[in-house]
């Protein structure tokens, strides 16, 4: 067994990333845009597949339920949390199109799409980030060292820099639990 390694390969990449000016800004950056999608009365919409797709109804539930402290509830939902259109999407248009055509249901100008993809090239997301930019939201994306085919479509893109997908989605719930963090905490301070 290597869990000994195992954790001190995950203790090494946070480590990393505190290291990393640029990745610092970049979520100062991802903190300010969902506080200003929220205060012009937009929502936050979350898209990703298998661990992903975890991480990201995590996270929405993190803004819509409660996170450090009671405060009102926040609009933030997974596009995925309902199996029917879900299912029913990918047999009538395809896999592909399950958040592209969620987004065209809910989403408006102003809103925050936070993407994740671990490797970068997931077709069902990158179909999201398309539409996504067509309505005008504002793109938070979540990846790995690479980004591949994300790169260009996000506002912001957040790298985890590793190809271990464990290791990247790890860093992934640590981003995001400090995003909802700050939100929560600037957009209800505690008196």
């Not at 970049?26 to 936050?44: A, F, H």
């Not at 933030?76 to 299912?87: P, Y």
């Amino acid at each position: 067994m290597e869990i000994k390694r195992q954790i001190i390969d995950s203790i090494e990449l946070r480590n990393n990333i505190l290291a990393d000016k640029e990745m610092i800004e970049q979520m100062e950056e991802c903190i300010r845009l969902i506080v200003q999608g929220y205060k012009n009365n937009g929502k936050v919409l979350f898209c990703g597949n298998g661990g992903s797709a975890a991480d990201a109804q995590h996270l929405a539930a993190e803004l819509s339920g409660r996170f450090y402290y009671e405060r009102p509830p926040l609009n933030a939902e997974a596009l995925h949390v309902n199996t029917s259109f879900v299912t029913a999407t990918a047999n009538d248009h395809s896999y592909h199109k399950i958040f592209e055509r969620m987004l065209e249901a809910v989403a408006r100008e102003g809103d925050v799409l936070m993407a994740f993809s671990t490797s970068g090239t997931s077709p069902n997301v990158i179909c999201a980030l398309d539409k996504a930019k067509q309505l005008k939201m504002k793109i938070i994306g979540f990846t790995g060292a690479h980004g591949r085919n994300m790169d260009e479509k996000c506002d912001v893109l957040l790298k985890v820099p590793s190809e271990d997908t464990a290791r990247i989605q790890e860093i992934h719930m640590l981003l995001g639990h400090i995003i909802c963090e700050n939100v929560e905490s600037i957009l209800f301070p505690v008196k």
